[in-house]
């Protein structure tokens, strides 16, 4: 089960910009999804090896739907999609090519069919979609962390269309200042390429839209660890929303 975020629930529009607006929608329904998953671990060289079959099926999934308000002005608001189904294989390794670096990789490849039939949308459409991510971890010594990730994202449906596959590049580096205070530096899609491109494509309606932050992103924050206890977990980096 999967509730809607608060402001998806808010009807108060939010203006974009001069022909585009956002609203929530107070009769969304939450999510129900039936699932069925078998897994197979394995260790081999080091190296931990994972793989997930898994089949889903989703009623009242959250979809985007936009619709013109007026002749220049685009409502984008949450509806109820149908039904969903999916099916595919979650592969994933990790491990370390040397004493000091580490990787982790994973990619997911699914048959995914959406009917968009109660929006009045096309009934059933389906497409093949796969998703990919890799880091790569240096430990250089004690006090000093580094991490590259990339991550990619194929086609997604959507009741209106589908969005266009988006990719990104990030770095991190961490210093350990003292036991519990740490200095942190992420620089966010280091190859200026993320992007989210949506394509509505109805009889009735015909539209692109891409959205993008400004260039390269960076951070340098502290970070201080409270309690005590014994080894804590790598807290990992926030490279932002994907």
Same mark, same amino acid.
């Given at each position: 089960?999967?509730?809607?975020?608060?402001?998806?629930? /808010?009807?108060?529009?939010?203006?974009?910009?001069?022909?585009?607006?956002?609203?929530? /929608?107070?009769?969304?329904?939450?999510?129900?999804?039936?699932?069925?998953?078998?897994g197979y671990e394995t260790r081999t060289h080091g190296a931990t090896l994972a793989a997930t079959a898994y089949a889903r099926r989703s009623l009242n999934g959250m979809t985007d739907v936009s619709r013109y308000i007026s002749p220049t002005v685009l409502l984008t608001t949450k509806e109820n999609l149908g039904k969903a189904t999916s099916g595919g294989v979650?592969?994933?390794?990790?491990?370390?090519?040397?004493?000091?670096?580490?990787?982790?990789?994973s990619t997911n490849v699914f048959y995914n069919q959406i009917d968009a039939a109660n929006l009045g949308f096309a009934a059933k459409r389906s497409a093949i979609g796969y998703t990919g991510k890799a880091s790569l971890d240096y430990a250089a010594t004690a006090k000093d962390f580094f991490q590259v990730s990339a991550s990619y994202s194929g086609k997604r449906l959507t009741a209106q269309g589908r969005r266009l596959p988006s990719s990104s590049v990030n770095l991190g580096y961490r210093r350990k200042l003292t036991s519990d205070l740490s200095a942190v530096v992420t620089?966010?899609?280091?190859? /200026?390429? $993320?992007?989210?491109?949506?394509?509505?494509?109805?009889?009735?309606?015909?539209?692109?839209?891409?959205?993008? $932050?400004?260039?390269r992103t960076a951070f340098v924050s502290l970070s201080w660890k409270f309690g005590a206890g014994g080894k804590a977990k790598d807290p990992g980096f926030d490279y932002g929303a994907p």
């Open positions: 089960m999967a509730r809607p975020e608060p402001e998806d629930l /808010n009807p108060y529009f939010v203006v974009i910009d001069a022909f585009s607006a956002r609203a929530g /929608n107070p009769n969304l329904m939450p999510q129900e999804t039936h699932a069925f998953e078998i979650e592969l994933s390794a990790s491990g370390k090519i040397a004493s000091a670096v580490s990787y982790n990789l620089v966010s899609d280091l190859l /200026n390429r $993320q992007r989210d491109r949506t394509v509505i494509d109805t009889p009735t309606l015909s539209d692109q839209f891409e959205r993008r $932050q400004l260039g």
